[in-house]
Nanobody, 124 residues
Framework: QVHLVESGGGLVQAGGSLRLSCAAS????????MAWFRQAPGKEREFVAG????????SYADSVKGRFTISRDNAKNTVYLQMNSLTPEDTAVYYC?????????????????WGRGTQVTVVS
């Protein structure tokens, strides 16, 4: 059975940084695409950043480009999201997803696996 466990969320002041981790177990994910999504109160879940298993390419939502960095450690079955220059608009529950597909350059969650989320709150 596959488990994804996110960690690293918390409360931070605007301009600060956080590093989220998503540890996967139950399968080796070195050949899976991985991504981070987020959902703010009253809004739909949205794509934040993705990592292709092949070639190491990454993709980002326009709202986080230049501030967030996704990385992965296949040996540890873990994907990270380094978040810098945080703003209150980044406040959301952040979810890890594994096993999506890229279509026309965009990450599509579709099937795959979701973590349970970690809360990120940015205060001004």
């Amino acid at each position: 059975q596959v488990h994804l466990v996110e960690s690293g969320g918390g409360l931070v002041q605007a301009g600060g940084s956080l590093r989220l981790s998503c540890a996967a177990s139950g399968r080796t994910f070195s050949t899976y695409n991985m991504a981070w999504f987020r959902q703010a109160p009253g809004k739909e879940r949205e794509f934040v950043a993705g990592s292709r298993w092949s070639g190491g390419n990454t993709s980002y939502a326009d709202s986080v480009k230049g501030r967030f960095t996704i990385s992965r450690d296949n040996a540890k079955n873990t994907v990270y999201l380094q978040m810098n220059s945080l703003t209150p608009e980044d406040t959301a529950v952040y979810y890890c997803h594994v096993g999506g597909a890229y279509s026309s350059g965009s990450y599509r969650a579709g099937s795959g696996y979701w973590g349970r989320g970690t809360q990120v709150t940015v205060v001004s």
